[in-house]
Nanobody, 120 residues
Framework: VQLQACGGGLVQAGGSLRLSCVAS????????MGWYRQAPGAQRELVAS???????NYADSVKGRFTISRDNTKNTVYLQMISLKPEDTAVYYC???????????????WGQGTQVTVSS
């Protein structure tokens, strides 16, 4: 299973970006999907997650500005980010809890990360 993230870039404060992450390979089902971020010198932190049924969870710092969604037909998770702030600058990683077949338990897989830089 591979996760490919894209959509990062350089944006001014107040701007918007949309991240996408596609899961591919041997996939029977996907449970939770999510986005994490890691700023220089900081630990990786949860930004948002979404269950297979669409239940979402957000870090307090992004509530009201970021929206996570998924397209189960495309094994894709999105992160729409608006009103971006310099403190949102980080490498953003997607993850997904993937069950490869009906005989195996789900396992978490990570994408390669995409850089988001917000200038002031």
């Amino acid at each position: 299973v591979q996760l490919q993230a894209c959509g990062g870039g350089l944006v001014q404060a107040g701007g918007s970006l949309r991240l996408s992450c596609v899961a591919s390979g041997k996939i029977f089902s996907i449970n939770d999907m999510g986005w994490y971020r890691q700023a220089p010198g900081a630990q990786r932190e949860l930004v948002a997650s979404i269950s297979s049924g669409g239940t979402t969870n957000y870090a307090d710092s992004v509530k009201g500005r970021f929206t996570i969604s998924r397209d189960n037909t495309k094994n894709t998770v999105y992160l729409q980010m608006i009103s971006l702030k310099p403190e949102d600058t980080a490498v953003y990683y997607c993850n997904a809890e993937v069950r490869p077949t009906s005989y195996f338990n789900a396992r978490v897989h990570w994408g390669q990360g995409t850089q988001v830089t917000v200038s002031s």
